[in-house]
């Protein structure tokens, strides 16, 4: 089954999108929301793209690598984002970013060295 060997993949993108939805609901309580403001964007940006990553690599998918790499380049920016501040919720969320980009930068340059980028044709929109 292909999702098999996404499997550490699709576990960090997981773990990543929870992280990402609890700092966003943490960060609402922060007495100075308006200061917030971009990192809880980045959150729900990041936790929705994780979660789209896993359900390709779940089913397979031929654009795994193409949604893992972008994946990726969200996770970046919102670890970075939460990684200024020091409340816990924001590390632990900057930590999970940082694991799950990793893990999809090795799943998209595995899945891209086996044959499963994008399909001859392909454009995007």
């Known amino acids: 089954m292909a999702h098999e060997q996404f499997q550490s993949c699709i576990d960090e993108c997981n773990a990543c999108a929870t992280a990402c939805d609890h700092c966003a609901v943490s960060c609402l309580a922060e007495q100075d929301v308006q200061k917030m403001a971009r990192c809880i964007k980045l959150d729900m940006d990041c936790a929705?793209?994780?979660?789209?990553?896993?359900?390709?690599?779940?089913?397979?998918?031929?654009?795994?690598?193409?949604?893992?790499?972008?994946?990726?380049?969200?996770?970046?920016?919102?670890?970075?984002?939460?990684?200024?501040?020091?409340?816990?919720?924001?590390?632990?969320?900057?930590?999970?970013?940082?694991?799950?980009?990793?893990?999809?930068?090795r799943m998209a340059t595995g899945a891209q060295a086996a044959g499963m980028g994008a399909a001859p044709g392909a454009t995007a929109h």
């Open 48 to 105: 929705q793209i994780c979660r789209l990553a896993a359900s390709y690599m779940a089913r397979g998918s031929e654009l795994s690598n193409v949604i893992c790499n972008a994946c990726a380049e969200i996770c970046d920016a919102c670890g970075e984002e939460c990684a200024q501040f020091p409340m816990d919720h924001c590390q632990r969320c900057a930590e999970a970013c940082r694991r799950c980009a990793a893990e999809c930068r």
